[in-house]
C-alpha cells in the first residue's frame, strides 16, 4: 500500500550508521527478561488479515470482562472475526485462555481493525469501544464477557470511516467520558488517496442523566491518524489530545495537538502557539514520564527511525516546543538489529513498561513491512529497549526471546498469570497473533522474578470515571520516584485497563501516592513488595488482591 516513492526514505537511511549487529552492540547491564512464546499451546489461534483497508490496524483491547481480575484479550480479526479469549492461567503457571462467546452476531465481529476498554457508564463492567472499516461500535458489558451494541442506546454516530486509533478521557465535572476517534483514508475517494484523509472526530457527552453523544466535533483537518492519546503535556490538569499521522496519505500535513478547554470547541495548536512542524509515518504513540518533571514524554514509531520526544521550557511559559532525544538515548530503532536485513523498519506499536521490575522504564516496538514494501526491512522483529541506569536504553529484543519472523502491529502487556512478571501480546499481520510467556530469570518450566514488583489497581467507588482514568500514580522506593498515568488511548489501534504494574527492584516495600483526575492527591499509603493492592479513593489502606 506504501508506494515506492518512499524510496527516497530508504536511501537517505542508507547513509546513517548501521546498528550494531548482535555480536558487537551494547550489552544491557539491566537484567534481561526470558520471553517464551505459548500462544498455540495457551489456545489462542487468531490471525488478523485482509486486504489493503487491513494493512493498518490490528490491535487488541486487553481487559477483565468477567470480573475476576485476570485480563482477558479481545483480538481484531480484519476480514476474519474478531475474537474474545477468556484467561485461564494458573497463577504462576503456564498461559491459558478460551475463546468464549460474546452474545453478538458476525455482522458485529466482522471488519475489525482494533479496540480499547473503558467502563463508559460507570457500572462496574468493562466496555468495548470497537473501532472498524466501517460503523465503530460502542459494546456495553453485560457481565460474564457478554455484550450489546449500545451505539443507539447512547446516540453515538459510529460512522462509515476506516477508523484506526481512539482515546477516552472524561473531562473535569463530568458523568461520561469524551470520545476521540481517530480515522485513515477517506474511503469515499478511492481513487485518489494523496491528500484524501478522513477528519477525526471528538464525541463530548450532552448534559443529562444518561450517556448521549449526539453531537460531536469533527476534527478537520485530519492527517490520516493511526495513534491519538490525552495527554496532560503542560500540568495545565486539562488533557489535550495528541494525534500521530500517516504522510504517506496528505499533502501539507504533520503531527497534531488539539486543545480541548472544557466547554467550548477543540482547536489545533498553530505556530503561533509554539507547535512546530513535524511530518512523519507516525503510526503509533506511548508516554511516560522519564526524568519525573510532570511532563511526559512521547515514543513516536514510524517507517525509519522512532522519536522520542522532550519537551523543551521556554522560560517559564510551557509552549509545545519539541525536541528529538531518540538518538541520544538509543531508541531510534530504525533498522533490524539482527540478522541479514539492512533496510529501514517499520514500527507500530509502542509501549513503556517495566519488564523486568528494575524500577527502570522498557520500550517496547512491534514491528513489521507493511506488506511487500521492497525499500523496508522483510525480517524486522520487534525491539525491546531496556533502560539502563545511566537514562539510555540498549536493545535486548533477540536475547529476550522476542526476534521471530513476523509482521507485528498491535500488542499489550499484562500480567496474564499473576506472577508479578508482564507478559506479552502481539497482534500479526497475515500470521498467527504471538503471546510471550514472561518467565523473567526462569524457563518454560518454572519462571523466576528479577526485581520485586507491584501491581496497582485504582477505584473511585460510587463516583463517575470509576476506573479513575487520567489519575497520576506516584511509586516510592528509597529516593525514587516513579510516576505513571492511567490513560485510554496511545499505542496502535490498542488499548487495556486493570492492575497498573511498577517494578521496585530490590526493595521490599513502597509508597504509593495517587493524584486523583480532578486533581487532589491521595494521602500516603504503605505498601509491601509483590503484591496487589486495590486503592479506592478516600480509604485509609490499600486493600489486597490475593489471585487464587
Known sequence: MKSSFLTLLAASLAVAALPARAEDRAVSLAPVPAFVEQAEAAGIAHQYDGPWEYFVGGGVAIADCNGDRRPDLFLAGGKNPAAL????????????????????????????????????????????????????????????????????????????????????????????????????????????????????????????????????????PGYCSLSMLFTDWNRSGEPALRISNDRQYYRGGEEQLWAVPPGRPAQAYRRADGWRKLTIWGMGIASIDLDVDGLPEYALTSMGDTKLQSLEPEGDELVPVYADIAFDKGVTAHRPYTGDDLRPSTGWHSEFQDVNNDTLWDLYIAKGNVESMPDFAAFDPDNLLLGQWDGKFVESGDVAGLALPRRGRGAGFADFNADGLLDLVVVNRGEPASLFRNVGAGDAVRARPLGNWLAVELVQPGKPNRNAVGAKISVRVGTKSIERDVLIGGGHASGQLGFVHFGLGVSERAQVRVRWPDGEWSHSYRVFANNHVVIERGAEAAKLWFPE
Not at 485462555?97 to 475489525?112: N, Q, S, T
Not at 467502563?119 to 466501517?134: A, C, E, S, T
Open 85 to 220: 479469549y477468556v484467561n485461564e492461567s494458573p497463577t504462576g503457571g503456564a498461559l491459558a485462555f478460551r475463546k468464549v462467546d460474546m452474545g453478538l452476531g458476525e455482522k458485529e465481529l466482522a471488519r475489525v481493525t482494533g479496540a480499547y476498554p473503558l467502563d463508559f457508564d460507570n457500572d462496574g463492567k468493562v466496555d468495548l469501544v470497537v473501532l472498524r472499516v466501517g460503523e465503530n461500535l460502542l459494546l456495553r458489558g453485560l457481565g460474564e464477557c457478554r455484550f450489546e451494541v449500545a451505539n443507539r442506546q447512547v446516540k453515538l454516530d459510529g460512522g462509515n470511516a476506516w477508523s484506526t486509533s481512539f482515546a477516552a478521557t472524561w473531562e473535569p465535572g463530568e458523568t461520561y467520558p469524551t470520545l476521540a476517534f481517530g480515522n485513515y483514508v477517506d474511503r469515499s475517494q478511492p481513487g485518489s488517496p494523496w491528500g484524501t484523509c478522513h477528519d477525526n472526530m471528538l464525541h463530548r457527552p450532552v448534559a443529562g442523566g444518561r450517556p448521549d453523544y449526539s453531537q460531536f466535533q469533527s476534527l478537520t
